[in-house]
């Protein structure tokens, strides 16, 4: 199959090296070719513009940082309908908004071009080595046909709903999943302000029901005071900000998610934006006069 891939950042990178993997023909876009050298060193295709790879391939992936980016590669001058023929499918890989879909999806309807949400979970280790969880929106029997694709770079493929309905899956996923690098954080300077070892309460809550995935990142980052990305802190200002926009437009009342995104802001603010997510950990750490080490 022909398939193109637009998006050669930190995850999009494994990505596109597993659908190559597959069998499949590769054509890849960036803003920076460089990215894509190793791809193109491996069999794939350059093209100059979105549009280009969506005339050369059946089926086209973005993974790309933020909803108006998604939004310009789909709908630009360049951009990917301009290039796309009929009954091309186009899955948003992206942590993306359910409007701009919407948007999206509107406009691809009456070139024929199927448009899904298609975010994924699982960090740059999880596109590596294809664990991703995929969560996907739209139409049902055209996500079946193209489901043995994406089983080529995640083990966990689920079928969401209607379209919008995988960014709407993964935005209440990133906002437990942020939301709890606060919380945690907090609990965890009020037991080393009360004595206890942090290596003893990791071990201790690890075996408990507080126990959560994002705190068995904090051996390798936060335990040693490691802040390098994997998952950038203002990827993760954009997430929570993208949760607590469409509980506004639902008029709905959000205030520990409120809180969590001033959190996120104000690390942001601080110049904290291209550390790894668990930074935000750092304010309150300042506020207990404390550091979270082991």
Not at 32 to 58: F, Y
Not at 177 to 204: D, H, I, P, R, W
């Amino acid at each position: 199959m022909n398939i193109g891939f637009i998006g050669i950042g930190r995850m999009g990178r494994f990505m596109a090296h597993n659908l190559a993997k597959g069998g499949h023909n590769l054509t890849v876009f960036d803003t920076q070719k460089e990215a894509a050298e190793e791809l193109l060193s491996q069999g794939a295709s350059w093209a100059d513009s979105p549009s280009a790879v969506a005339a050369a391939s059946q089926v086209v992936f973005t993974a790309l940082p933020r909803p108006q980016d998604v939004e310009a590669v789909a709908l630009g001058d360049s951009g990917i309908l301009s290039g796309a023929r009929p009954n091309m499918a186009y899955f948003d890989l992206s942590t993306t908004d359910p409007d701009t879909i919407h948007r999206i999806a509107a406009a691809a309807k009456p070139k024929g071009v199927h448009v899904f949400d298609a975010p994924v979970s699982g960090g740059v280790t999880g596109a590596e080595q294809a664990t991703l969880c995929i969560m996907v929106g739209g139409d049902q029997s055209v996500y079946t046909s193209y489901k043995p694709v994406l089983d080529l770079i995640g083990e966990k493929v689920m079928y969401c709903g209607e379209q919008g309905m995988g960014a709407v899956c993964k935005i209440v996923n990133n906002l437990i999943n942020l939301g709890n690098y606060v919380l945690v954080s907090e609990a965890l300077t009020l037991g080393l302000k009360a004595g206890a070892q942090t290596e003893t309460m990791f071990e201790a809550i690890s075996h408990s029901s507080g126990n959560t995935e994002c705190m068995q990142e904090f051996p390798g980052s936060l335990f040693q005071g490691n802040f390098e990305p994997g998952f950038k802190l203002d990827l993760g200002a954009k997430d929570v900000g993208l949760a607590t926009e469409m509980g506004r437009q639902l008029r709905l009342p959000m205030e520990l998610a409120n809180i969590i995104e001033q959190r996120f802001i104000e690390a942001r603010n601080r110049g904290w934006g291209q550390l790894a997510s668990v930074s935000v950990a750092r304010l309150q750490e300042e506020r207990a006069d404390v550091e979270i080490r082991t």
